[in-house]
């Protein structure tokens, strides 16, 4: 689980820094997912 969130974090980074809003949103949809997996 611990890999999956450093995944989540490393790719909001990377869509901060490459203004890229798709990416933005599948990692969003990453994020959303795993709070309903909790």
Known sequence: MFLLWKWMFISLLL???????YLSYITFSYIFMGFNRW
């Open 15 to 21: 869509a901060i820094n490459r203004k890229d809003v």
